[in-house]
């Protein structure tokens, strides 16, 4: 079975700073997703970013990068000129390609943006 | 265009009582999905629906639950005999894609108290 470890459960960062999100996974499949998802106090998971296993070249979306490293099943999430907006719930979530349906999600890390 | 609904948003139940959640997916999404978040955690798989074909069940926790999608529209998550260990926030995802479901679009969820 497949597992999504996050080994910070809270972390902070000073507004404009850059923080990183630590993920590791256990899989033995070869084709899967990983993401990193976003959840305010409202409660909406909001999709940050999304990798291929089979991409190289990592993903970004404007102030967000990830680290991917395939052979050390490690996902990192950079958050650069963090802003008050970011605070939330992040999740490192994980989907097998082959039969991928359903979502593993981690424990989730606490972000606190301070001014 | 409208993302995903969820009623209620918050429900109170004494134990022992039904209750009954609605999602109302993205319009034309083929693919939804039930999550159970408990407090402090990462949410979970239930159940999966490809139109109105229920295609996983594997995660609903007891014969308690039970989902259903007649139309392949609206899905309804009902519980039975409720139980205090079922108080979590339960989140509904859709998705255009059926397959290889990457693309998972999240409901602000409805959370639930057993008191």
């Known amino acids: 079975a497949q597992t999504v470890t996050q080994s910070q459960p809270e972390m902070s960062v000073q507004e404009a700073e850059t923080v990183t999100l630590s993920c590791t996974y256990d899989?033995?499949?070869?084709?899967?997703?990983l993401f990193w998802y976003k959840q305010p106090p409202s409660r909406q998971m909001i999709l940050v970013i999304r990798?291929?296993?089979?991409?190289?070249q990592n993903a970004t979306e404007n102030r967000f990068s990830v680290n991917f490293q395939k052979a050390a099943k490690s996902f990192s999430l950079k958050i650069s000129d963090s802003q008050l907006g970011d605070a939330a719930m992040y999740f490192c979530a994980y989907l097998a390609g082959t039969s991928g349906s359903r979502l593993t999600f981690g424990e989730g890390t606490q972000l606190t943006v301070n001014p | 265009g409208a993302g995903v609904s969820q009623s209620p948003r918050y429900k109170v139940a004494k134990r022992g009582q039904d209750v009954a959640l609605r999602c109302d997916p993205i319009s034309g999404h083929v693919s939804l999905f039930w999550y159970q978040q408990a407090l402090g955690q990462g949410p979970e798989f239930l159940t999966y629906?490809?139109?109105?074909?229920?295609?996983?069940k594997s995660g609903l926790p007891s014969d308690r639950f039970f989902a259903e999608r007649p139309e392949g529209s609206v899905s309804t998550l009902k519980i039975q005999r409720t139980q205090q260990e079922d108080s979590a926030v339960y989140l509904c995802a859709s998705s255009p894609r059926s397959g290889r479901v990457y693309e998972q679009y999240f409901g602000p969820g409805t959370r639930l108290t057993v008191t």
């Open positions: 990798q291929e296993a089979y991409k190289q």
């Open positions: 629906f490809q139109n109105e074909a229920q295609l996983d």
């Open positions: 899989t033995s499949e070869s084709d899967y997703y």
